[in-house]
C-alpha cells in the first residue's frame, strides 16, 4: 500500500514554469510506474505523463511534449513533474498516481494509488 502525497503548483503567468512533485509513503515505490494527470474545468481527468519504475522510459501527451519533463528519485520515493512554457490551457488541477502496472496515459483506471491533487493556474 502507498500513499501518494503531493506540493508544488500555484499560479503563474503564461510562459512561466512551475514544479509539481509527489511524495510515496510506505514501501515499494521502485516498483511503480508513476502517472500525471490533470482535469481542468469542465473538463474529463486526463493524462499528462507517465514514468516507468525504473525511469527509462517516459511518455508525454502531445500538447505537453518539449515543454513538460517528468522525473524520479527512487532513493528518495518522490516524482517531480516540471512544467515550463505553460499556457493558459494548462490550468487544472494536477494529481499524481501511481500502478503495479505499465506505463500509460490514457487509461486512469490502471492508476490505484493517487494524490491528493494540487491546482495549477496560469494567466494569460
Known amino acids: 500500500q502507498v500513499e501518494l502525497v503531493q506540493s508544488g503548483g500555484g499560479s503563474v503567468q503564461a510562459g512561466g514554469s512551475l514544479r509539481l512533485s509527489c511524495v510515496a509513503i510506505?514501501?515499494?515505490?521502485?516498483?511503480?510506474?508513476v502517472g500525471w494527470f490533470r482535469q481542468g474545468p469542465g473538463k474529463e481527468r486526463e493524462g499528462v505523463a507517465c514514468?516507468?519504475?525504473?525511469?527509462?522510459?517516459?511518455y508525454y501527451k502531445d500538447s505537453v511534449k518539449g515543454r513538460f519533463t517528468v522525473s524520479r528519485d527512487n532513493d528518495k520515493n518522490t516524482a517531480d513533474l516540471q512544467m515550463s512554457n505553460l499556457k493558459p490551457e494548462d490550468t487544472a488541477i494536477f494529481f499524481c498516481?501511481?500502478?503495479?502496472?505499465?506505463?500509460?496515459?490514457?487509461?486512469?483506471?490502471?492508476?490505484?494509488?493517487w494524490g491528493q491533487g494540487t491546482q495549477v493556474t496560469v494567466s494569460s
Open positions: 498516481a501511481a500502478t503495479e502496472g505499465y506505463c500509460s496515459i490514457k487509461d486512469t483506471q490502471r492508476f490505484p494509488y
Open positions: 510506505g514501501s515499494g515505490f521502485g516498483s511503480l510506474a
Open positions: 514514468i516507468s519504475l525504473k525511469g527509462g522510459s517516459e
